[in-house]
């Protein structure tokens, strides 16, 4: 009884389990200075692009006690972008709000250029 019931167990988290390691092997995020890429499928053929400037609001969501999350973002045209177990979710949800409110200008730089 106690190996059907640990063997039930197994085969009802079984889907889940799957759907977890085959989004860590095939589903990849990219933040870059100018856009955000998300790259998915076996061969990495499917790739969605999107530019900052596209932003409207970027959420949170954390799982198990915070240690990774979701980051979901809508974009202007009201679209909503999923990023699921994404490892320091946080510093990520920040520097894609800061990045949609305008990325670093060279001008508030103002110390010496050149030699």
Not at 18 to 37: E, G, I, K, M, Q
Not at 84 to 90: A, C, E, M
């Amino acid at each position: 009884l106690l190996a059907n019931l640990l063997l039930g167990f197994t085969l009802f988290w079984l889907p889940l389990t799957l759907a977890a390691v085959s989004r860590a092997f095939f589903l990849r995020y990219r933040f870059t200075n100018l856009r955000v890429t998300v790259i998915s499928g076996l061969t990495g053929g499917d790739r969605s692009d999107f530019g900052y400037d596209a932003i409207k609001d970027v959420q949170v969501v954390p799982r198990l006690v915070g240690e990774w999350g979701d980051v979901i973002i809508t974009l202007k045209d009201g679209t909503k972008v999923d990023l699921r177990s994404v490892p320091k979710f946080r510093e990520v949800a920040k520097y894609c709000q800061a990045m949609a409110e305008g990325p670093p200008s060279a001008a508030a730089d103002v110390g010496p250029k050149g030699f």
